[in-house]
């Protein structure tokens, strides 16, 4: 299979199945049951211990990243997300060990670029472009804007931001138009919030809640993953969407077969497509490929 129609049937299979009370949140995404997946994004014990060595056991991949659902979730529950199940599958058929751990997302970047993790799960291409990233993506994040109902405000564009205080996540990566107003206003509180802790979209939804700040950016299916599994009262509206954006598992640079590696996800990755394999990866977390 060619990359170009490869990556067009990407960008559409998280189509989801959505159950009647989805509707409040305007997302495409059901998921399975709740207590599975915590959304925690608080250190795991794994992450502690890695912080004091900078030993790794031969053959052995670290991947690392905060819980991203349903892309990538808990480490060590029975569902990982299903970028960790693809690259977990396609890493093992080549004889290596995949080890998965939850940190935070700007504390894996730095640990990855420091060669002390081996790779990042669900990065995009302006997280970290000194990264080794595969030719193909293995997954898709739908960035979207999220208000209170009671706000009409509409995304038409950075410039529509205007009299909105927008919240974003720590060290998290939009667009490059976004990226760059975040960049230039944060440290004015009327205009952005950025947020960090052990749960940052639950603390974007309660602000939302509160009327504390206007307007959040993140990734619909990770909102719709969040309103489905914790079930909260409240439901964000749907401001708009920015775009949709190829996600990967990205590689250090400072592993001299970091190009290798990058090259087997890819390749297996069309293989698991072509196989049926991902189809039944996607079903686990009730996703499944267009019709």
Known sequence: ???????????????????????????????????????????SPAAGALANTAEKVPGTILIGADPWCPHNCTAGSSHEGYMVDLVREVLEAEGYQVEYINISWARALRLTREG???AVVGAFRTDAPDFVFPRVPQGRSLISFYTHPDNQWTWKGIDSLEGQALMGINSYSYSPALDRYINRHEGDAGKVWILSGPAPLARAVELLERKRMDVFVGDGHVMGWFLNTDKPEFKPRLAGILSTIPAYVAFSPTRTDAGNLAALVSNGTERLTESGQLKEILARYGLKEPE
């Open 1 to 43: 299979m060619s990359a170009v129609p490869y990556i067009a049937l990407l960008l559409s299979f998280l189509v989801a199945c959505s159950s009647p009370e989805d509707t409040a949140s305007s997302l495409p995404v059901s998921a399975p049951p709740a207590q599975e997946f915590t959304g925690s994004h608080q250190d």
């Open 116 to 118: 002390k993790l081996d």
